[in-house]
């Protein structure tokens, strides 16, 4: 969803795969929206392994909460596809809350629910197996873009899990017809992915 926004200038900038948008403890100058592609938060972990902690794609608003609470970014974000997006300055934090009431809470309501969504998945890495884990991720990165062909690495980066982890359990997936693959393309059947998913979480 896009906002015809009052005191604030817009920029349209494009990034190659894999270019860093922003990186983590840098101050925000800026806030963001994804006019096309993928971008990705992520977190370097201290055993040099990453965490993408979360992704957004078109008409989706990023880098808002860091802006706006005057702290630095406390993730790195990189695009995943190459992408177009518009990088929004605003001339005054206070006016631009007067003035654009609709999309602040817009906001408010997007933040809330990443807030729940981050704990809820937090809840369940100590308790749910990776086998669980990795489910999950699937599910989550798959009803961001159904179109993108999510890479193991990726999978792993956001369930926290080793890259090898994930393909043992995609061949499970595999042999249960709830995964398929051609020539490094992979595509799922969600319903039936999210029905093994509860089934295991009740086991």
Same mark, same amino acid.
């Given at each position: 969803m896009s906002f015809e926004l009052i005191g604030c200038s817009q920029r349209l900038i494009t990034f190659e795969k894999g270019e860093e948008i922003y990186y983590q403890h840098g101050h925000p100058e800026a806030f963001y929206f994804?006019?096309?592609?993928?971008?990705?938060?992520?977190?370097?972990?201290?055993?040099g392994k990453e965490f993408l902690g979360r992704v957004? *794609?078109? !008409?989706?608003?990023f880098g808002c &909460?860091?802006?706006?609470?005057?702290?630095?970014?406390?993730?790195?974000?990189?695009?995943?596809?190459?992408?177009?997006?518009?990088a929004i300055h605003v001339d005054d934090k206070n006016n631009f809350f007067t003035e654009n009431p609709t999309f602040i &809470?817009?906001?408010? *309501?997007?933040?809330?629910?990443?807030?729940?969504?981050?704990e809820n998945r937090l809840s369940k890495m100590p308790n749910h197996?990776?086998?669980?884990?990795? $489910?999950?991720?699937?599910?989550?990165?798959?009803?961001?873009?159904?179109?993108? !062909?999510?890479?193991?690495r990726e999978i792993a980066s956001h369930c926290g899990c080793t890259t090898e982890t994930v393909i043992r359990? *995609?061949?499970?997936?595999?042999?249960?017809?709830? $995964?398929? *693959?051609? &020539? !490094?393309?992979?595509?799922?059947?969600?319903?039936?992915?999210?029905?093994?998913? $509860?089934?295991?979480?009740?086991?």
């Open positions: 994804v006019k096309s592609g993928l971008v990705g938060l992520s977190r370097l972990l201290l055993n957004y *794609s078109d !008409n989706e608003y &909460r860091s802006l706006f609470s005057d702290q630095t970014y406390h993730l790195s974000c990189s695009a995943i596809t190459f992408t177009e997006i518009y &809470r817009y906001l408010y *309501s997007n933040l809330a629910t990443e807030l729940r969504e981050c197996c990776v086998e669980l884990r990795v $489910m999950d991720s699937i599910i989550a990165l798959v009803k961001v873009n159904p179109d993108y !062909n999510w890479t193991y359990v *995609s061949k499970k997936l595999r042999s249960n017809d709830l $995964m398929h *693959s051609k &020539r !490094n393309v992979k595509w799922f059947d969600l319903d039936k992915l999210y029905t093994e998913r $509860m089934q295991l979480a009740n086991n």
